[in-house]
């Protein structure tokens, strides 16, 4: 799997900003849970996966997202609306098709 290391998102990923200027703490408990549901649930609907966490200094949210031909990290400033974030982010799995000349994921071995 490859790293994005110029900030690009694959196409269709949509990263939308705010600019409001409240002053919120990163906090996952503070965002909408069935939205935090949508996108685990879409990810792997398309073979993907996603990481929540902070920032090391925990001043941001930090959001991994895998795809079979790579993944990218994206930060999101507490000043910015989580919910609208994530709520694209569904979406955007929804219009993610995988490049065609990458292999489809390997099957899992059932025992």
């Given at each position: 799997?490859?790293?994005?290391?110029?900030?690009?998102?694959?196409?269709?990923?949509?990263?939308?900003?705010?600019?409001?200027?409240?002053?919120?703490?990163?906090?996952?408990?503070?965002?909408?849970?069935?939205?935090?549901?949508?996108?685990?649930?879409?990810?792997?609907?398309?073979?993907?996966?996603?990481?929540?966490?902070?920032?090391?200094?925990?001043?941001?949210?930090?959001?991994?997202?895998?795809?079979?031909?790579?993944?990218?990290?994206?930060?999101?400033?507490?000043?910015?609306?989580?919910?609208?974030?994530?709520?694209?982010?569904?979406?955007?799995?929804?219009?993610?098709v995988p490049d065609?000349?990458?292999?489809?994921?390997?099957?899992k071995n059932k025992?």
């Amino acid at each position: 799997m490859k790293k994005d290391t110029n900030g690009d998102v694959p196409h269709g990923f949509k990263r939308p900003t705010s600019s409001g200027q409240n002053q919120q703490v990163a906090d996952w408990t503070s965002c909408n849970a069935r939205l935090l549901q949508d996108v685990v649930a879409n990810a792997s609907v398309k073979g993907g996966a996603v990481r929540f966490g902070y920032t090391r200094d925990g001043g941001a949210y930090s959001i991994g997202v895998y795809l079979r031909d790579g993944y990218f990290t994206d930060y999101i400033r507490p000043s910015e609306d989580i919910d609208i974030y994530l709520q694209t982010l569904a979406e955007s799995f929804n219009d993610w098709v995988p490049d065609e000349n990458e292999p489809p994921a390997p099957a899992k071995n059932k025992k």
